[in-house]
């Protein structure tokens, strides 16, 4: 596994052996993100899931999902980490 600047913690660390999703978010995930970085985002993403009691089957919940994950992660062009006022729950 290489190193890489983390987006999130701006650390030179060991990054994801593989992409944890196809396609380009996945390998901006890979390039972007160190190990640790992800696991702490794989907690989070339960409490999300938990809180807004979402299905990731659920194609907007899924959409949700991401988008928390790119703002957690502070990928460039992320949104606020915080969900808008008003996110229906499901």
Known sequence: ???VTCSRCKQSAEG???????GPLGQAFLENVCASCWREWLG???KYINEYRLSPMDPKH??????QARAFLKL??????????GTPRA
């Open 16 to 22: 994801l052996p593989r992409p944890p999703l196809p």
């Open 44 to 46: 989070m993403q339960v």
């Open 1 to 3: 596994m290489a190193n």
């Open 76 to 85: 460039p062009g992320s949104g606020p980490a915080t969900p808008e006022p």
């Open 62 to 67: 899924y959409e949700f999902l991401l988008e």
